[in-house]
C-alpha cells in the first residue's frame, strides 16, 4: 500500500515563502503529482515530477528525491489567492491517483 | 486537454431516496473513469475505478451494491448512490487520465442527506 505524510496546517504571510514538505512509502509510482484544491471545488495541477530533483513553474517549484521518498512543493511571493489545501499525491501507471491528506495553507496580509 | 463535465453540483435529497450523479468526458473516449469521495477537511479517497462496457472495481469497504456505477459508453460515467443516509453527504468527484498522460477531473458534486 501507500502511506502518504505532509502537515495538516501551515501559515504564512503576503509575499513570502513557504515549503510543504510531503514524505511518502510506497512500493512503486510513476511520478508524484502537487495539486491545489479549494473547498467545496475540483483539485487544479500544479506540477508533476518523474525523475529526482526540482521543477520550477513560475511562483511554484516542486522537488522529488525517490531515494529518500520525499518530495516538497515550494511557493513564492504568497499572494492571499494561495490560501487553500495542498494535495502530495502519487501516480501509478494507469490507475487513480492517491492522494495525501493535504496541507491547509493559510495566506494572510 | 481534456474536458471533463459532471453534474449536478449540488444536490439535497431526503434520507432512503437514491441521487444519481454524471460524469461526460466531453472531448476525449475515456475507458476508464475513477470516482473518489472526499468527507471535510479528508482526503480524496478512491472509491471505484468505472470500466466501459464491464464492472466497476471497487476499492475495499465501499459497497457496490450502495454505490451502483454505469459505464456503458467511452463518454459518460454515472455514480447512483441507493437509500442515501445522511453519512453519506460528502463532496464525490470523478476523474479520467493516467497511463502516462495528466488527470482531468470533474467539477465535483456536493451531497447533502436530510
Known amino acids: 500500500g501507500q502511506n502518504i505524510d505532509q502537515p495538516t496546517e501551515m501559515t504564512a504571510t503576503e509575499g513570502a515563502i513557504v515549503q510543504i514538505n510531503c514524505t511518502y512509502q510506497t512500493s512503486g509510482f510513476n511520478g508524484l503529482f502537487w495539486y491545489q484544491q479549494h473547498a467545496g471545488e475540483a483539485p487544479t495541477f500544479l506540477s508533476y515530477n518523474v525523475l529526482d530533483g526540482l521543477e520550477e513553474k513560475g511562483r511554484f517549484s516542486s522537488f522529488l528525491s525517490r531515494s529518500k521518498g520525499y518530495s516538497y512543493l515550494l511557493l513564492k511571493e504568497l499572494q492571499m489567492k494561495d490560501s487553500a489545501s495542498y494535495l502530495c499525491?502519487?501516480?501509478?501507471?494507469?490507475?487513480?491517483?492517491?492522494f495525501g491528506k493535504g496541507t491547509t495553507l493559510s495566506v494572510s496580509s | 486537454g481534456a474536458v471533463v463535465s459532471q453534474h449536478p453540483s449540488r444536490v439535497i435529497c431526503k434520507s432512503g431516496t437514491s441521487v444519481k450523479i454524471e460524469c461526460r468526458s466531453l472531448?476525449?473516449?475515456?475507458?476508464?473513469m475513477f470516482w473518489y469521495r472526499q468527507f471535510p477537511k479528508q482526503s480524496l479517497m478512491l472509491m471505484a475505478t468505472?470500466?466501459?462496457?464491464?464492472?466497476?472495481?471497487?476499492e475495499q469497504g465501499v459497497e457496490k451494491d450502495k454505490f451502483l456505477i454505469n459505464h456503458a459508453s467511452l463518454t459518460l460515467s454515472t455514480l447512483t448512490v441507493t437509500s442515501a443516509h445522511p453519512e453519506d453527504s460528502s463532496f464525490y468527484i470523478c476523474?479520467?487520465?493516467?497511463?502516462?498522460?495528466?488527470?482531468?477531473f470533474g467539477s465535483g458534486t456536493r451531497l447533502t442527506v436530510v
Open positions: 468505472s470500466n466501459e462496457g464491464s464492472k466497476a472495481t471497487y
Open positions: 472531448d476525449f473516449q475515456a475507458t476508464t
Open positions: 499525491t502519487l501516480n501509478q501507471a494507469g490507475t487513480a491517483l492517491i
Open positions: 476523474s479520467i487520465g493516467g497511463g502516462g498522460y495528466g488527470y482531468t
